[in-house]
C-alpha cells in the first residue's frame, strides 16, 4: 500500500531549498518542514518568521501541472492511470524545462545532473498520450517535462539533435494559432524585437507551431506573475507600474523598453491573452542574477484566432491583457516609440497570406479579411506614433504621470 504522504526535498539545481511533504492521493504539499536555504525559495513566495506561506507554495506547485482545461486530457489521464493532473508532476519529480526547480526523495542521494531535462532524454510516452495517440507500451514511463507544461493548447515537449523544442498545436474548427506564432516572430524579426523564433510545421493535416526552448540548464524563467507577488500592490498604483516598481526592486534590467515592444507588437496583432504567466524575466539559477526580460513567447492567440469572418474588425474594441482591458487604452502604456522603424512591415500581410496558405482550415475568403485587418492595423498604430509626435513635451509628462500613478483594477 503507497504511503499516504510522502517526504521530499525541494530542490534548486543542487540546493537544499525545504522539506516538503506531499499527499500520495491529490499531489499538493500537506506540509513544510525545515528551511534550508529562504534564498532560493521560489520567487514571490512569502517567507514569514522562518516560515514558507504554505497556500503560495501550492498555488506554484499546482502552477507546474498541465492545466484541467488542456484539450483531451481527461482520456490522457485514464491513459496514464492517474487521477489528476497534479499527480503528474511528482512522478517526474517536478522536473521541468522552464525552470532548475525539483523535487528528490528524502535520503536520496540523486543529483540535478543525473535527473534534469536539459541534458537527459525522456519518455515520449506523455506526450504521445496528449496528443491523443494510442501508445502499445506495457510500462508507460510518466518521466516526462510534459507533465510540467502550461497552458490549455495541446503541446509536447521533443528532442532533435540534442536540442528540447515545443511542438503547440490550435484550437476549434479553425486551427488558427500556430500560423499567428509564426506571424508574430516574423514582425518580430523585421522590427528586431527580442523573441522566441516559431516556425509551422504540419502533422496528418493539422497545423503545429515548433520552437526552440531558450531556457538553459544555467537560466530560468519566472513569470510576471510571481515578479508581481514579491511586493504587494497599493491600491493607488496601477498593475502596468507595479510591475516596472517590482522589476526595480529586484534590480532586473530593460523591462520598461521591454514593455514597449511588447505592448507594441500586442497591438499588431490584436493578442488577447498576454496574461502574467506569458511573459516574464530571465535570471541565472546558480548566482540569483537577473539577466533582464525573457524574449517574447506564446502570441498565438491573437488575429482573431476564434472569431467568424463577420467578426473580424482591426477598429473593434479587442481585449487585451495584462494591463488594460483593451488595447486603444494599452497602447497609451508605451512610452517611446523611437525604436519602431513600421516601413520595415511593408508587405507583411502578404507574407501572412503566404503563411496561411497552407491550412486546410482557413478559406481564401479568411485569408482576405485577416490580411487586411493586419494592414489596418498597422496603419491605425502609424497614426498613434505620429500623433504622439505631434504633442507637445509636457502634454507627455503629463500623461505619464497619471499613468503611473492611476488605479487600474484589471
Sequence with gaps: MAKAHQQYILMHKNVPVAELELDSASGYISAIGSIYNDRHVPVGILVKNGRIDRAALNRWWEGRAIPTSREGIRRALEMMKVSTTQQLVDKCMGLSLSDQYWICPKKSKVKWEDVNFFEHSFSDDVGNILFGKDTKAKEISLMS???????????????????????????????????????????????????VVYVLITQEGYPYSICEDFVT??????SAWYIMQTHKKPNNVSLYKH??????????????????????????????????????????????QWVGPAPIYDSGSSMWFSKPNTLISARAKIPCKPFKINHDEQIKLVTNFDWLDLSALKGIDEEFREILKGSLFIDEKRRDILCFALRKRIEMLEKIVNLRLKRSPEDNIEEDVTRNTAYNGH
Excluded at 160 to 187: D, M, T
Excluded at 246 to 275: K, W
Design 243 to 288: 510591475y516596472l516598481n517590482c522589476c526595480e526592486r529586484l534590480e532586473i534590467p530593460g523591462v520598461r523598453d521591454f514593455l514597449d515592444r511588447m505592448i507594441t507588437i500586442d497591438y499588431i496583432v490584436a493578442n488577447e491573452d498576454r496574461h502574467q504567466n506569458n511573459f516574464g524575466a530571465v535570471r541565472n539559477s546558480d548566482t540569483l
Design 217 to 222: 540548464p544555467q537560466m530560468e524563467l519566472i
Design 145 to 195: 517535462p510534459d507533465n510540467t507544461s502550461d497552458g490549455w493548447l495541446k503541446k509536447k515537449w521533443v528532442i532533435h539533435k540534442g536540442k528540447r523544442y515545443l511542438i503547440k498545436g490550435g484550437s476549434g474548427a479553425i486551427q488558427q494559432e500556430p500560423y499567428n506564432e509564426v506571424l508574430a516572430s516574423r514582425i518580430m524579426d523585421r522590427l528586431s524585437i527580442p523573441h
